[in-house]
């Protein structure tokens, strides 16, 4: 990522957003909504102090990564306002048994949503906690029948020059494409967002639809993504085609490895004072470990 200055954010701007910042219920909540799912037992039993209240929904919608808007952290709550998000249309192309060009309320028909509190951790060193609203993509793949060669799904997220300012500035090569192995798209953590604590998502975030996976890299969520396909051959993804040295195809979060120009092994969590010490897979080992057995995790970065 382009980094200007080390990510930070005074403490004074942060607020709570009140009905999270109520631990109780917010313990109640999520036990309900995810069965134990966000929180594994090993990060707990390993005592690794992880507190994963919810980051204020107002530092969530204000502190962003989606270049196409600009490259600084605020730009996007500033100049994705105008982003026209309905009516929406995502094509489904490849090897699928169902492609065609959807309206998004078709494409999602008939899914159960789901609400996830993920931990998000983004490659630059600083992490959230965010409550999703959504569906799963395994859910979406059931309806939609990929093929038996399709190994990967890419997706491909909106590039309109005419309401997306930062996309005069070639800092990556236009659009934004991120990609996922079929496994890990059908992994039962892997969402696609649709709302961030039970409203409907910010452009800035993503609206109306982007990716969500909690033991990879921020960067991997692509968002208000226009295009799904289905490939035998493995995507080229965006940062990847910009920086291969510093950004992997995989981009699992992995504290044993470096980015070559800063650390991995420790990250801020906005709205806390000390460092925390980063978790392999984020902290879903227990659930996403085993799509990796066979993987070296030091050369598949
Ligand atoms: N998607 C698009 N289309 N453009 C982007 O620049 N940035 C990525 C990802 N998805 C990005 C994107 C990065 S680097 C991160 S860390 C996350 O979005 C940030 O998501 P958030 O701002 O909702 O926390």
Known sequence: MIIRRPPDLPTAEITDEALYHDRRR??????AAVAGLAVPRSAAALGQGQDDKPTPYDVVTTYNNYYEFGTDKSDPAQNAGGLKVKPWTVSVEGDVKKPGRYDLDDLLKGLPTVERVYRMRCVEAWSMVIPWNGVLLRDLLKKLEPGTNAKFVEFTTLADARQMPGLRYDVLAWPYVEGLRIDEAAHPLTMLATGIYGKPILNQNGAPIRLVVPWKYGFKGGKSIVKIRFMET????????????????????????????????????????????????NGYADQVGSLYSNLDLRTNY
């Open 26 to 31: 917010w313990l109640a909540a999520t036990a």
């Open 234 to 281: 493995m995507p080229k993804t965006a940062w990847n085609l910009a920086a291969p040295n510093e950004y992997g195809f995989y981009a699992n979060v992995n504290p044993n490895v470096s980015h070559p120009r800063w650390s991995q092994k420790t990250e801020r969590r906005l709205g806390e004072f000390f460092r925390r010490p980063t978790l392999m897979f």
